[in-house]
């Protein structure tokens, strides 16, 4: 049972614009939401954060927004750079649980 | 701050040897780390979850006398892949978590285990 969806395998999109990353979920008990970034042969870095008490958090150029209702996620990039060519994982934890419940990936490709 | 290192960065070993990964916390005390393995175009799995001075809870088909954990200290972690077949090459990750006040998970930069 996946708990945690990223429905695009990959996203091509040109340098510039914006990328957007969708995540959705199925455990309402989830209330922290997480994206990381993993490069080939690295391990992931954490990109942003969210908490279910809000729908919207920001940094930088990174913002990710929280549909709770929907039980729906995404992280917006703007502009997209290359260096932004990566995997994204999206990531869920329920209150009071240590694991991380990852999504599948999306591998994202910025074209010049 | 909130970084994780692992040793080494790559091995490779022949069949039926045994291989130790280790996980340190370099900045902090880790309440927690995790182990996970990613298979080429896939996403990342859950192997064991580890608890300092306690055994390390596996995940559900992961065979814990294979895949040996041990968590010493609040900064270290090892996993040692025994007996080692072809079908155990991946690339191994660890993480770290401190407390539920950061919810967070630090990533080690893994391990990529090729076994001949």
């Known amino acids: 049972d996946q708990q945690v969806k990223q429905n695009s395998p990959s996203l091509s999109v040109q340098e510039g614009r914006i990328s957007i990353l969708n995540c959705d979920y199925t455990n309402s008990m989830f209330d922290y939401f997480l994206w990381y970034k993993k490069y080939p042969a690295e391990g992931p870095t954490f990109l942003i954060s969210?908490?279910?008490?809000?729908d919207k958090n920001e940094d930088g150029r990174f913002t990710v927004f929280l549909n709770k209702s929907a039980k729906h996620l995404s992280l917006h990039i703007v502009p997209s750079q290359p260096g932004d060519s990566a995997v994204y994982f999206c990531?869920?934890?329920?209150?009071?649980?240590?694991?991380?419940?990852f999504g599948q990936g999306t591998r994202l490709t910025i074209n010049p | 701050g909130a970084v994780v290192s692992q040793h080494p960065s790559w091995v490779i070993c022949k069949s039926g040897t045994s291989v130790k990964i280790e996980c340190r916390s370099l900045d902090f005390q880790a309440t927690t780390m995790f182990w996970y393995r990613q298979f080429p175009k896939q996403s990342l799995m859950l192997m064991a979850t580890?608890?300092?001075?306690?055994?390390?809870?596996?995940e559900q088909g992961v065979e814990k006398d294979k895949f040996l954990i041990n968590h010493a200290s609040l900064t270290l972690s090892t996993l040692t892949v025994t007996s080692a077949h072809p079908e155990d090459s991946s690339f191994y990750i660890c993480?770290?978590?401190?407390?539920?006040?950061?919810?967070?998970?630090?990533f080690g930069p893994g391990t990529r285990l090729t076994v001949t």
């Open positions: 580890s608890n300092e001075g306690s055994k390390a809870t596996y």
């Open positions: 993480s770290a978590w401190r407390d539920f006040s950061d919810r967070e998970q630090y």
């Open positions: 969210i908490s279910s008490i809000k």
């Open positions: 990531a869920a934890s329920a209150e009071g649980a240590q694991k991380l419940v």
